[in-house]
């Protein structure tokens, strides 16, 4: 199969979804431009704060992407690229971005709360209670995975004897300099954007400049050799901190220039991609189809060697971020509504980045396909690696970019880096919020609380807490996370497209585009869950070890709580819909 076929499908497809589908729930759902939006109503220069829409788009995608679009259908590929493909476009058009989409408009017709209001102003208190309880859960999961990832991106090799192998560790400590002058350049643009009214364009185009700086300055200077525990320490002292601080000091500007990083990395991949067919080299090896089961055992640095199984459900729960994901709604309902500055801005930020993110789950494919061979044999693993591999080896295809393909692998290593470190930053500002609206009453803030209400509450104290349970889970190391990660945040997603649906019904509005896409997705996560706990009773019974343990009551927990929220949700939509007959009768 030729790479610009199966690229040009994909963004005409997803092209057409946007601007015909999107625009049809948009006037379905009743966005109104006009409508004052949670961040001038109740603005507090903490978390809710007006952000322009390159601002708040930039944000609202690098909080989402992380490393799931590269990930996902990287993995996925060993079903072949024709279910890879199906399942991100149709995914990402009908079910992924419908999800974001809803769950924003949803969450700003809420105060720019969490989707758990939504859910308590649908089914109740009690689901309510439910439904946080998984959502933070699942963020721990998020934490702790993203925290392993970023850390191992960054830790130093060390030989047998203890002393730090500095060839093999260099690429890693520049990543890891990098990165961190990349935080302190985001302040920078913050504090002249915020505070000194600078121009936004100018910021912009200085901003750019400065990350081509700190990138010259990393990639020659990276003094920072550190273990791979020590970075979670240190990881967790900086989300701690980012987590508390005014979205507009470090939220808002980091993500909106690390969103560039992004666009220079897709820019790349269709340059690579269209000058390698251009010279005739963009055949992809990858089959179309490989069967119905995972027979490939490499090591994809996922499934640590071991199948993914039959394709349903594993196809569904491995492509999350480019197909559907339940950590987008919490963005999307967390951070992404406390900010957005008028509703017209919704279905740009919300259905658009979905579709960006099904984008790159598509360059993700066609750069495995691109290195086939070499990932089916092992050669090259590690989805971060086959990606920058794929993509940097088409470029150098190119007659003008010939000797560049080192370069190019670094950058785009780099830019899979900062979104992971985004995605952990803004997970745990979700988790923040969720902890404290556990714990207070609708509409109450934590200084309103009384006793130790309030003490949990503060949001130093709540981060602190999610801080401490995430880079503990995350100690354990990201293969050992993800794939009860996976599944829960599919079953997330199920939940949120299950909330959005009642609510809308409740207000008058059409919700069929939901229904189908919940069901589907409540019955692929719930058999993963169930399938994921069959495998840890079968580690329990050869080896009962304190960690297995511990992931199966997770999972249990997990399973219950999806089911009661599940037959909740369901109640609640025949009873509308009962209603609605008895009505019209």
Not at 391 to 400: E, L, R, V
Request: charged share 10%; hydrophobic share 55%.
């Amino acid at each position: 199969m030729n790479a610009i076929i199966i690229f040009l499908i994909g963004i005409a497809a997803l092209v057409i979804g946007y601007v015909t589908y999107g625009k049809w729930l948009a006037d379905q759902w009743g966005v109104d431009p006009s409508r004052p939006t949670p961040s001038h109503t109740m603005e507090d220069g903490l978390d809710y704060c007006p952000a322009k829409a390159p601002v708040l788009m930039g944000h609202h995608f690098s909080s989402i992407a992380g490393a799931g679009p590269i990930n996902g259908p990287i993995q996925a590929a060993v079903f072949g690229w024709v279910p890879v493909l199906l399942w991100v476009l149709i995914g990402g058009i009908f079910f992924g971005a419908v999800h974001d989409f809803g769950a924003l408009f949803a969450s700003i017709r809420h105060k720019g709360q969490s989707i758990g209001e939504v859910v308590a102003d649908t089914m109740g208190g009690k689901a309510k209670r439910m439904f946080l309880v998984f959502a933070y859960l699942t963020l721990l999961l998020v934490v702790a995975a993203f925290a392993s990832i970023v850390a191992n991106t960054f830790m130093a090799t060390f030989r047998a004897d203890g002393s730090v192998d500095y060839a093999a560790s260099a690429s890693n400590a520049s990543t890891a300099i990098i990165s961190l002058l990349f935080i302190v350049l985001a302040i920078l643009f913050g504090f002249f954007v915020y505070r000194k009214n600078a121009s936004l364009l100018l910021s912009t185009i200085l901003g750019i400049v400065g990350i081509v700086v700190i990138i010259a300055i990393g990639l020659n200077w990276h003094p920072l050799y550190l273990s791979n525990s020590t970075w979670m320490i240190v990881l967790g002292a900086y989300i701690l901190v980012a987590s508390v601080t005014p979205v507009w000091i470090l939220l808002q500007p980091r993500d909106y220039l690390s969103s560039f990083l992004l666009y220079f990395m897709m820019a790349v991949a269709a340059v690579g991609i269209v000058g390698a067919s251009l010279m005739g080299q963009s055949h992809l090896d990858i089959p179309a189809f490989t069967g119905f089961k995972d027979t490939l055992y490499a090591d994809n640095g996922f499934t640590q060697g071991t199948s993914l199984g039959y394709m349903f459900p594993a196809l569904f729960v491995t492509i999350a971020c480019g197909a559907i994901s339940g950590f987008h709604s919490l963005v999307a309902s967390g951070t992404t509504a406390k900010q957005i500055n008028t509703e017209k801005d919704a279905r740009p930020i919300a259905y658009g980045a979905m579709l960006i993110e099904s984008a790159l789950a598509v360059i993700s494919l066609i750069a495995v396909g691109y290195v086939w061979s070499s990932f089916k044999t092992g050669q090259v693993i590690t989805p971060t690696v086959v990606f920058a591999t794929g993509i940097s080896k088409m470029c150098a295809a190119i007659p003008f970019l010939k000797g560049t393909e080192s370069v190019i692998f670094t950058m785009l290593v780099l830019a899979v880096s900062v979104f992971c470190l985004t995605s952990l930053d803004t997970a745990t500002r979700l988790a923040r919020y969720i902890f404290q609206e556990f714990f207070l009453e609708p509409g109450q803030v934590w200084q309103e609380a009384t006793g130790w209400r309030k003490i949990v509450t503060n949001p130093v104290v709540a981060t602190l807490i999610t801080v401490v349970c995430g880079i503990l889970l995350g100690m354990h190391g990201y293969a050992n996370i993800w794939p009860l990660f996976g599944a829960a945040n599919q079953l997330l997603a199920a939940l949120g497209l299950l909330t959005v649906a009642t609510w809308l019904g409740k207000i008058g509005k059409n919700n069929k585009m939901f229904l189908f896409p919940m069901a589907f997705m409540l019955v692929v996560t719930i058999t993963s869950l169930v399938l994921t706990l069959k495998g840890k009773i079968v580690e329990l019974s050869a080896q009962a070890t304190g960690w297995a343990i511990a992931m199966s009551v997770l999972d249990v927990l997990l399973i219950i709580l999806a089911v009661v929220l599940a037959i909740d949700g369901v109640r609640t939509l025949l009873a509308e819909h009962k209603e609605k007959s008895e009505a019209a009768a």
